[in-house]
């Protein structure tokens, strides 16, 4: 189970919060309120943020100078957790810039960032943690430039205002409310068996409530300028295991192991990131400025329900199947020392923690 730290610092203080009514976001948000932090959060749909009693709404987009004013104003802090996944690299960049912009007219003195571990280097089959800024994409393309060009532009944010930039860069974030690596977990299995790579890989997990821990370790943390540190949990689990500790708490499911090599000859390994979005992604990008992203996500994880991903085998595609073979390591050190930060939650609490979550929405 998580420390019992109270991060004493943050009570009384104004932070500002983007991403609230997101997965992390949420968890982030719920875990400021519960330590006296002053909380203003952006939102476009101020009703959408259920469970954010005391929390002060501002409504508006990132594209709203005027909201981000507001938001901003007197603000000691800045989390930064809001990433639109329908959206396109260059519109999630443009976010960021008029963030920053409105963050320099405030003289915001820290923002703390969600960036992800695709930007490392070694991104998942080698050494990771150290650190280092990833070559800066022209043009960013996808999920992954978009987080690469961020880091430069906080770095470049920080080093022309004198503030404090950090990015935070997890692993594969778990628990309740995960969409990709909760949610979308348990609904291959209930579609069919779920095809793993003989031998499996390593899953390079993370709960969320460390994730949180992090984000308030790195609020407080003694940084200069710009730094990015990889936040990932105490020790990767491997991939069947993973995927069987969804099926103790469905109390179904199936595994089937396949030779690796011949699952990399048929499926062959990931192309290049493209950019383009599905027509369901633009759709639901659409109506996300129009009714809040509750209902959004409501609609969604009710079609889904009906029929999750076609029945049978669940076969990987090029890019699950490459995280499926993951076989690199993670360095804690540097966490440690920038931030003072060591995840805590381990693979068995953090699934324990998740069950109740999952058995209500799957059981």
């Known amino acids: 189970m998580p420390p019992a730290e109270d991060f004493a610092a943050l009570k009384g203080m104004p932070v500002a919060l983007t991403g609230a009514s997101g997965f992390i976001g949420g968890h982030l948000a719920r875990a400021l309120l519960e330590r006296g932090a002053r909380l203003?959060?952006?939102?476009?749909?101020?009703?959408?943020?259920?469970?954010?009693?005391?929390?002060?709404?501002?409504?508006?987009?990132?594209?709203?100078?005027?909201?981000?004013?507001?938001?901003?104003?007197?603000?000691?802090?800045?989390?930064?957790?809001?990433h639109d996944m329908r959206a396109g690299a260059a519109e999630n960049l443009s976010g960021l810039s008029a963030l920053l912009a409105a963050a320099a007219k405030a003289g915001t003195p820290r923002i703390v960032a969600a960036s992800s571990a695709v930007v490392e280097k070694n991104w998942p089959h080698g050494a990771m943690g150290a650190g280092a800024m990833p070559a800066r994409p022209d043009p960013p393309i996808g999920y992954r430039g978009a987080k690469a060009a961020g880091e430069h532009e906080l770095a470049g944010h920080a080093a022309a205002t004198g503030s404090v930039a950090i990015s935070l860069r997890p692993t594969l974030v778990y628990g309740p409310g995960s969409r990709i690596w909760t949610a979308a977990i348990a609904e291959r299995l209930i579609a069919g068996p779920v095809i793993l790579p003989d031998p499996p890989g390593q899953a390079f997990a993370v709960h969320v409530a460390d994730v949180v821990r992090a984000a308030l370790s790195a609020a407080t943390a003694e940084v200069t300028g710009h730094a990015a540190v990889l936040i990932s949990g105490p020790e990767p689990v491997g991939w069947e295991e993973y995927y069987r500790a969804h099926i103790d708490i469905l109390g179904r499911g199936e595994i089937v192991l396949q030779p690796r090599e011949a699952l990399l000859a048929r499926i062959g390994p990931p192309g290049p990131e493209r950019e383009g979005q599905p027509l369901a992604a633009r759709?639901?990008?659409?109506?996300?400025?129009?009714?809040?992203?509750?209902?959004?996500?409501?609609?969604?994880?009710?079609?889904r329900a009906l029929k999750p991903h076609p029945a049978g085998p669940q076969a990987p595609d090029p890019w699950l199947l490459d995280l499926y073979c993951a076989a690199g390591s993670i360095d804690p050190e540097p966490a440690r020392t920038r931030i003072g930060f060591s995840p805590s939650v381990d693979f068995a609490a953090g699934m324990e923690m998740t069950a109740p979550w999952l058995r209500q929405r799957y059981g």
């Open 283 to 303: 759709l639901s990008a659409l109506m996300r400025r129009i009714v809040p992203g509750a209902a959004v996500d409501a609609l969604g994880a009710r079609l």
């Open 40 to 82: 203003r959060v952006l939102a476009r749909h101020p009703r959408a943020l259920t469970g954010l009693a005391g929390a002060e709404p501002i409504r508006g987009g990132l594209g709203d100078a005027a909201a981000l004013d507001r938001l901003l104003d007197g603000a000691e802090i800045l989390f930064h957790f809001a």
